[in-house]
């Protein structure tokens, strides 16, 4: 992935005559929005990064005319707070998205999933739900959106926990395949998206594949909202073209004295501040490759904080927000906190930290779903990195 320097855009919230959008490509074949999507190189701004075009391709590939669109809002990662945003201040742009998905793949009905926390967005949705059902009306697309509130689990923010609660079951992942675009809600064909990305579907009709993928790098097109906090004089909302390095990063938005940037929330990866120029924003390998993906939280640390107060913060969460459902993350989840408060108050010896590695890469391995896999991530990195601060 090649460098790039932070660069604003200024894209997302800006006006756009939504109907207009709307009309246009709802005159289009199907296969050419999703011609345009694929061409994008759009990926999904939940953080998993899959594929918009290719998502809707294969949905719009099934048989059979009850399928859905799911508009994910639940918006539970630590450190994000743009999706909040964005149905805030622009609500019709988030369900003009849906109607795109519902119109390629012959859905007629959709789901906006609310964070529980979110209520308060309540009456301003209801309210745009009735000029976006006028509309539906006005271009005979048969397609309706309802709200469905969470109950407030992280864990079903993941799409087949999410799709498990709005059946009434308990918000627990489903094994994969099958995928949601196979086998979703109600056992029928469904489309989940990332409120942002369902927005950037609607960008992309607007300004055209071609001029999307001029912003950002090769793997990683376009721009994202990042949810930026913690020791920084910008808190808040930046739109950023992706493929930037941390070191761009962190002289735009740090306070000076940047010790380690948590990129992609408790489930992303720590990087220390020898590795900033090394590491862009992106969607490829991970910490490997040099490239880390995130939903758009990036939090970030200076000197005065201490990597065992931040990871102890962590392990609490996914204590907290396993399901329980499988034992490598119900178990391994108690076992690496009790284990570093262990070695933090000198009950175990450091080298018990290489143990709690090992059973982090197991829980890699072997977690059902991307809760527990993920739980690594920011273990390793921040045990790996800052050591001695883990010790008694
Ligand atoms: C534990 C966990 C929590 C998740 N929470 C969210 C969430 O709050 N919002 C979201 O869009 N995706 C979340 N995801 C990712 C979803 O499973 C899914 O990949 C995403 O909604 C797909 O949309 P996209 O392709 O537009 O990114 C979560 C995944 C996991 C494993
Ligand atoms: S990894 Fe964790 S959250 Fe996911 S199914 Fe297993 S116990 Fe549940």
């Not at 590491?279 to 040099?290: A, Q, S, T």
């Not at 990871?311 to 996914?318: A, G, I, P, Q």
Request: charged share 25%.
């Amino acid at each position: 992935m090649a460098k790039k320097k932070v660069k604003r855009v200024d894209l997302i919230f800006k006006g756009c005559d939504c109907n207009k959008v709307l009309t246009d490509a709802l005159k289009m074949p199907k296969e050419e929005i999703i011609q345009m999507l694929l061409d994008s190189e759009l990926k999904g701004r939940g953080g998993a990064g899959f594929p918009t075009g290719l998502k809707w391709k294969m949905a719009a590939a099934e048989k059979g005319n009850r399928k859905y669109i799911i508009c994910n809002a639940d918006e539970g990662e630590p450190g994000t707070f743009k999706d909040r945003e964005i149905l805030d201040q622009i609500p019709l742009k988030v369900l003009g998205g849906m109607a795109l998905a519902a119109y390629v793949t012959g859905a007629r009905e959709g789901f906006i999933y609310l964070r529980h926390e979110y209520r308060f967005l309540i009456p301003k949705l209801e309210k745009t739900l009735e000029t976006f059902h006028q509309w539906m009306e006005d271009f005979e697309l048969d397609f309706t959106v309802k709200l469905f509130i969470g109950g407030g689990a992280y864990i079903c923010g993941e799409e087949t926990a999410l799709i498990e609660s709005m059946e009434g079951k308990r918000g627990e992942p489903r094994n994969k395949p099958p995928y949601p675009t196979h086998d979703g809600y109600l056992g029928k064909p469904t489309v989940v998206n990332n409120v942002e990305t369902l927005v950037y579907s609607m960008m992309v009709m607007h300004i055209g594949s071609g001029e999307f993928k001029t912003m950002g790098v090769k793997g990683s097109s376009g721009s994202k909202l990042f949810s930026i906090s913690g020791d920084t004089p910008k808190a808040g909302i930046h739109e950023l073209e992706l493929g930037m390095s941390l070191d761009d990063f962190v002289k735009e938005f740090g306070d000076g004295n940047t010790k380690s940037v948590q990129v992609g929330g408790a489930s992303g990866f720590c990087v220390p501040r020898n590795r900033f120029k090394e590491v862009h924003v992106g969607y490829e390998d991970g910490l490997k490759g040099y490239s880390i993906p995130t939903g758009g939280s990036m939090m970030l640390f200076n000197s005065s904080r201490s990597m065992y107060n931040v990871l102890h913060n962590y392990l609490v969460f996914f204590e907290e927000e396993s399901c329980g459902q499988c034992t490598p993350c119900r178990v391994g989840c108690q076992q690496l906190l009790k284990g570093v408060e262990a070695v933090k108050y000198g009950e175990k010896s450091h080298k018990y930290l290489d143990d709690l590695l090992h059973l982090a890469a197991t829980m890699k391995l072997t977690a059902k779903c991307g809760l527990g896999q993920s739980v690594a991530n920011s273990f390793s990195s921040i045990v790996e990195n800052f050591r001695e601060e883990m010790i008694y």
